[in-house]
């Protein structure tokens, strides 16, 4: 009743329609026949009419590469979880609808924030704006350094990180260390999505922050620019080969599989497909997928399409049924032509396949007498890496009263991609003797359906 079809450019008989609004098509329409519109209408939030309804998230502008990705990296860094979404455009400009809830139901949104992040992602229309945007792009967000330092306790690294999200500030390194005296000095590597941090009011705002959730624990916190210590911290992680064998495989190991035993919706995760269809319609390549529903899924795909200049021309993402998800994307190469050379199809259905098996690699091993949990996802080629996966990982150790000695984020590079790696090293408690072969199943069991949002 509500919707109407929204033919696709090219369009052929036997090629079947997106369906969306009719009232945002009118308005997508007039907006692209004068070439100008409201800035304020590039990204339209509305809520839902009851608390559990999902807000529809509009976005309406000129198109550019891997947008698509860069959108869906500031809605998993906000906590949302897709529920579903409509992709669209000619190559010039793009439709963007999603229907999105916090996940958990708790969590506080700032919606006017999440507007002015997405705006910031979009190009604009007006020629000598999307110039300087452009430029603007093109430079690095500026580094800081905080440093905490505090008396220590359970889920001291997960407060800390709960409120850096909050406030919409990005982990890109850590260092934690613990003293003998029972003190613990946090070093985060952190960028503002607000870029805001230049500012006295925001750096004092950020510590006063930390001060009130830490209370009486917290012994100091300093706020700066990331000066030389950066480049010390930035360097490729030390990785022994048996545990990089072990931790970067393409497939899961029988260690691993051993350890999601425990997981009932895991058996699940191996049954996943991709259909290739380049006889459905003359100017388009056809991906039907199907695969278990996980948090950041739409993420992965839209980053591997990305990495591997493939253009969605259309899309649609379905509504998860019975804990699975479908999405069917009408894609196209760089050069607008379909991909019928089949070894690029199988190259790319296994690249998507990968990330919808295995997004994430979670390990526990040993490094000398103490026990080690790694974490590991692959970076976007532009070198950016997964979002919150240091709050997730930290978010399962605090469940469990897990305390961790220390932990770090540094980088990995294999023959085929670069991955950013989370080592945490764990202290033992009565709950979970970190001896126990069973424990150490559990903790990668918490960890992963946390990171995974099952």
């Not at 026949?33 to 809520?47: C, H, N, T, Y």
């Amino acid at each position: 009743g509500n919707e109407v079809n929204l033919h696709l450019p090219n369009h052929q008989p036997n090629l079947p329609c997106l369906r969306l609004w009719p009232i945002s098509r009118r308005r997508s329409s007039n907006r692209m026949k004068r070439m100008g519109m409201s800035w304020e209408d590039v990204v339209l939030i509305e809520g839902g009419k009851t608390s559990t309804d999902p807000t529809v998230v509009t976005v309406n502008c000129p198109d550019k590469a891997g947008l698509g990705c860069d959108l869906l990296r500031i809605v998993l860094e906000f906590g949302l979880y897709v529920t579903r979404g409509d992709f669209s455009t000619d190559g010039k400009w793009c439709y963007i609808v999603l229907w999105v809830v916090p996940r958990p139901s708790s969590l506080r949104v700032d919606w006017e924030s999440l507007n002015k992040r997405l705006l910031s992602c979009c190009p604009s229309c007006l020629p000598t704006f999307y110039l300087n945007q452009l430029s603007d792009c093109s430079k690095p967000p500026q580094l800081y350094l905080l440093k905490v330092f505090s008396l220590d306790r359970k889920g001291l690294i997960h407060d800390v990180t709960k409120v850096l999200c909050e406030l919409e500030l990005a982990i890109q390194r850590v260092k934690v260390m613990t003293t003998p005296d029972g003190k613990v000095l946090d070093l985060f590597f952190i960028t503002d999505g607000m870029d805001l941090l230049h500012t006295n009011i925001r750096r004092e705002k950020t510590c006063e922050h930390l001060r009130v959730v830490l209370g009486e624990c917290c012994i100091s916190c300093e706020l700066q620019l990331a000066g030389p210590e950066y480049d010390i911290q930035q360097g490729l992680s030390c990785i022994s080969e048996a545990v990089a064998e072990e931790l970067f495989s393409c497939e899961l190991s029988a260690k691993e599989d051993r350890a999601q035993t425990l997981s009932a919706d895991v058996s699940k995760v191996k049954k996943a497909s991709i259909t290739v269809d380049n006889l459905l319609s003359p100017t388009h390549t056809l991906l039907q997928i199907q695969c278990l529903d996980q948090k950041g899924l739409v993420y992965d795909i839209l980053k591997i399409s990305k990495d591997c200049d493939i253009r969605i021309v259309h899309g649609r993402i379905s509504s998860s049924v019975k804990g699975y998800r479908s999405l069917d994307l009408f894609i196209q190469k760089k050069d607008g032509k379909k991909i019928v050379d089949n070894d690029n199809q199988v190259a790319l259905c296994s690249r998507l396949k990968e990330e919808m098996l295995h997004p994430l690699r979670v390990i526990i091993t040993n490094r000398g007498p103490d026990t080690e949990l790694l974490v590991a996802n692959p970076v976007e080629l532009s070198g950016k890496g997964r979002p919150r996966v240091f709050y997730d990982v930290t978010l399962a150790l605090k469940t469990l009263g897990i305390c961790v000695f220390s932990a770090e984020i540094g980088r990995h590079s294999t023959p085929l991609r670069q991955w950013e790696v989370y080592r945490f090293l764990l202290d033992e408690s009565r709950g979970f003797p970190l001896t126990s072969n069973r424990a150490k199943r559990d903790i990668v069991d918490k960890v992963r359906r946390t990171l995974m949002g099952w």
